[in-house]
């Protein structure tokens, strides 16, 4: 099943991943990170397509793996 | 079985710090040239050259040697290290500010040399690390700090269009100008920031890619509003495509 791998910690809340996401799998989380930012967060998990496309829009490397 | 699609390219440190701003384009430019290093290869014979400016934290993100560079002297400094060690590949990682401002002289100069070198350069049309004045690239009517009332061309001149003016130097082989405002614009400027490394590997001459970037801390945008921006405005007077390329036509 495909699956993304998101270092929370690292996410600057700009959410492009969300908007670059055709299926809505990432939402923005309740809790605050490390860096004071409310991250992104896994929504619907098995919505995933392991497309990459919240990987290859986000500026700080945030999400570490995609699998298909 | 599960298959690994992507991964964080290795020419990234693995402790590395992103300083800029959330959503700046500057963080999905260096992991594109680090994937180029990664598939071509390249990673354990690459010296970096950073410039003063956003830039400036590239030791802190690329697995690579970087050296800083004064203040638009990037070029210049990479033409030094090319020349004592042709077999390694040198790029530099500047700026509009800094390319296309302080250090045109010797960006325009290292070019008609053909020094081996490739030049990524971020525009996003301000200073950004200052805190936003106009630069050479601000446009026509844009609010910046030093242009409170929006950039005249009366007072302030006009943009400078960098792919269109290196274009004409000989011995630059390839030129383009790319955004990263969508996934298959971040794809596009994938395929121009190798080909900008194979013109070096080949020995082809300097390859240059200009990248139109955001700045959304500066732009007093959201980082979708920037991105709508260079889709919109910035592509209108920046427009993107390849305006040169000798490296198609080696191969």
Request: with cysteine.
């Amino acid at each position: 099943m495909a699956r993304i791998v998101l270092d929370r910690n690292r996410c600057k809340a700009c959410y492009l991943c969300i908007d670059a996401c055709p299926n809505k799998v990432l939402c923005v989380d309740d809790n605050v990170n490390n860096l004071g930012y409310y991250p992104v967060k896994i929504d619907i998990e098995k919505n995933c397509v392991g497309c990459a496309m919240c990987a290859r829009v986000c500026p700080d490397m945030a999400i570490e793996k995609v699998y298909k | 079985m599960e298959q690994l699609v992507y991964k964080r390219p290795e020419s990234i440190k693995e402790d590395f710090k992103i300083p800029f701003c959330p959503g700046c384009d500057h963080g999905v430019a260096v992991r594109l040239v680090a994937e180029v290093l990664d598939e071509l290869g390249l990673r354990e014979k690459t010296i970096g050259v950073a410039s003063v400016g956003c830039s400036v934290c590239s030791y802190d993100i690329f697995n690579v040697d970087i050296v800083e560079a004064q203040h638009g002297r990037s070029m210049a400094v990479a033409t030094g290290i090319k020349r004592s060690k042709p077999d390694k590949i040198v790029f530099t990682y500047q700026g509009d500010g800094d390319l296309a401002s302080i250090g045109i002289a010797e960006t325009i100069h290292a070019m008609a040399r053909g020094e081996k070198i490739t030049t990524i350069c971020i525009n996003n049309t301000t200073y950004g690390m200052t805190g936003g004045q106009a630069g050479p690239t601000t446009l026509l009517g844009q609010v910046t700090t030093t242009t409170v009332n929006g950039r005249n061309s009366e007072t302030s001149g006009f943009p400078l269009k960098i792919s269109e003016l290196l274009k004409e130097i000989d011995g630059v082989a390839y030129v383009a100008r790319v955004s990263l405002d969508s996934p298959k614009s971040i794809m596009n400027a994938k395929k121009s920031i190798k080909r900008a490394f194979e013109a070096q590997v080949k020995g082809l001459g300097t390859g240059f890619v200009e990248i139109l970037s955001t700045c959304p801390t500066n732009w007093k945008m959201t980082p979708q509003q920037a991105h709508e921006r260079v889709r919109g405005e910035m592509s209108e007077v920046f427009v993107p495509g390849v305006y040169k390329d000798k490296v198609s036509e080696a191969i």
